[in-house]
């Protein structure tokens, strides 16, 4: 089992930034080997972020935010970042991460479903 717990959100102005975190405590080891961050907002589908193996390694950002959105970890604390910058109102989500024994590429972030661990989630507003 992993217990997710994500922090950071709030609320931004449009072109600012903002670091999310994602802590992750339990069986890491054995019952997950990648993390990924995806966000929903109302009425859409949940959209795949970014991916990276757990304790580092390759990394995977979506196009759709590919420049101004970055992963990193700091394995010591068992906790994944997501890194955002120029950030605008329809990057307006909740944002939650994820972890899994998935096929740790991109190919796994259209694929929301195959994601075992979920945390509960932050919500991040950005104001124009």
């Known amino acids: 089992q992993v217990q997710l717990v994500e922090s950071g959100g709030g609320s931004v102005q449009a072109g600012g930034s903002r670091k999310l975190s994602c802590a992750a405590s339990?069986?890491?080891?054995?019952?997950?080997?990648?993390m990924a961050w995806f966000r929903q907002a109302p009425g859409k589908v949940r959209e795949g972020l970014g991916i990276t193996y757990i304790g580092g390694g390759d990394t995977a950002i979506a196009d759709s935010v590919k420049g101004r959105f970055t992963i990193s970890q700091e394995n010591a604390k068992y906790t994944m970042y997501l890194h955002m910058s120029s950030l605008q109102p329809e990057d307006t989500a909740m944002y939650y991460c994820?972890?899994?024994?998935?096929?740790?590429?991109?190919?796994?972030?259209?694929?929301?479903?195959?994601?075992?661990?979920w945390g509960r989630g932050t919500q991040v507003n950005v104001s124009s």
């Open positions: 339990g069986s890491r080891s054995s019952a997950a080997k990648c």
């Open positions: 994820a972890a899994g024994n998935n096929i740790c590429d991109s190919r796994s972030l259209a694929r929301p479903e195959w994601w075992g661990y």
